[in-house]
């Protein structure tokens, strides 16, 4: 069973930057589109981003140009490079695939305020 681990979430001020990472547990980006989702604090899930086998990248309009998914396969790593970060990113930060195939992990939670 593939463990999906996020990290690299905290606490940073509007404009400020994160980089989040999600480490895999098997070799998974080969068959997978996969993708960065978030949660925020009474709202459902939503993909953020996506990254997909050829490497081409797909974000949710509200984050273009800000975030920025890439991958590392021999790692087994994909990361969201965010940006200009705004009060309404503030959520617990999630990846799996696209569509969701693995298990969720624990989640990183970004808080942006000042």
């Known amino acids: 069973q593939v463990q999906l681990v996020e990290s690299g979430g905290g606490l940073v001020q509007p404009g400020g930057s994160l980089r989040l990472s999600c480490a895999a547990s098997?070799?998974?980006?080969?068959?997978?589109?996969m993708g960065w989702y978030r949660q925020a604090p009474g709202k459902g899930r939503e993909l953020v981003a996506n990254i997909r086998i050829g490497g081409s990248t797909g974000y949710l309009d509200s984050v273009k140009g800000r975030f920025t998914i890439s991958r590392d396969s021999a790692k087994n790593t994909v990361y969201l490079q965010m940006n200009s970060l705004k009060p309404e990113d503030t959520a617990v930060y999630y990846c799996n695939a696209v569509p969701i195939a693995f298990d969720w992990g624990q989640g990183t939670q970004v808080t942006v305020s000042s």
């Open positions: 098997g070799s998974i980006f080969s068959s997978n589109v």
